[in-house]
């Protein structure tokens, strides 16, 4: 086995393993996300971890920070890892095949999506205020799907500038691209909030607070949005539009 390819299962390895001790993904989702790694690293070497990393880390300490407006604070599942990780991937894939080098900017912009809406989540849900809901122009409760603030608008940019600027000083991608990039991010965030107005199932109960997954007692179609849109899913749409975005907006 050549040496490169033996250090970077090694480095996927350790660090599988101390996502897995820290509990920020579960067994299943620590496979993904090495399997996404060890696409990364092989398709551009360490500085194509920076997105991946800078998204990683950055989440983490805002949804596990006092008063994060997140119920899912706790060990994350595969289905969100793909959310976030499946275009990177199969972007980072097409790369090892074809070695096109727009597709390096791509990999940079659904991370910067991603974390634009972690970012905007958090930041929106502790300093933000009642944010606007998309689908009804009206404001309501903090941490609804849907829903956007100012503050959490303003940490929607912060947060994709900050994963691109990064990549841009590992090397990952030109500083030429850094803004365009960085836009891609930021408006993929908000696409995140319109589709999770209006694509994803929103149920309310009794007290008509509105859920995002239906209450047991519960068995007819959302009265918001499409039944098998949920959360995960919205997720993928807001990484698949920050990379195309990104491609759009960067290809020569």
Excluded at 188 to 196: E, F, N, Q, R
Excluded at 217 to 242: C, E, M, S, Y
Aim: net charge negative; charged share 10%.
């Amino acid at each position: 086995m050549d040496t490169t390819i033996t250090i970077y299962l090694a480095a996927v390895i350790v660090g599988a393993i101390l996502i897995r001790g820290l509990r920020l993904l579960d067994t299943p989702a620590t496979i993904v996300a090495a399997i996404m790694a060890l696409s990364l690293l092989m398709a551009g070497g360490w500085s194509w971890l920076t997105p991946a990393l800078a998204f990683l880390i950055t989440s983490s300490i805002w949804t596990h920070w006092p008063g994060a407006s997140k119920s899912e604070d706790s060990t994350r599942d595969y289905k969100q890892v793909l959310a976030n990780g499946l275009v990177p991937m199969l972007a980072a894939a097409l790369f090892l095949i074809t070695g096109y080098p727009s597709l390096a900017p791509v990999i940079v912009g659904c991370f910067a999506a991603a974390a634009a809406d972690t970012w905007a989540t958090e930041w929106g849900g502790k300093f933000g205020g009642r944010p606007l809901d998309l689908h009804t122009f009206k404001f309501v409760n903090s941490g609804q799907s849907g829903a956007i603030s100012l503050i959490g608008t303003i940490a929607s940019a912060v947060g994709a500038t900050f994963v691109t600027t990064i990549s841009a000083f590992a090397g990952m991608i030109h500083w030429e691209v850094v803004v365009a990039v960085s836009l891609a991010g930021t408006v993929g965030s908000l696409i995140d909030s319109l589709a999770g107005a209006w694509l994803q199932g929103l149920w309310i109960d009794d007290s008509g607070q509105i859920l995002e997954t239906p209450p047991e007692d519960i068995k007819r179609p959302p009265p918001r949005g499409i039944q098998w849109v949920n959360n995960d899913i919205v997720n993928l749409i807001t990484t698949l539009a920050g990379g195309l975005l990104a491609f759009w907006w960067t290809a020569t």
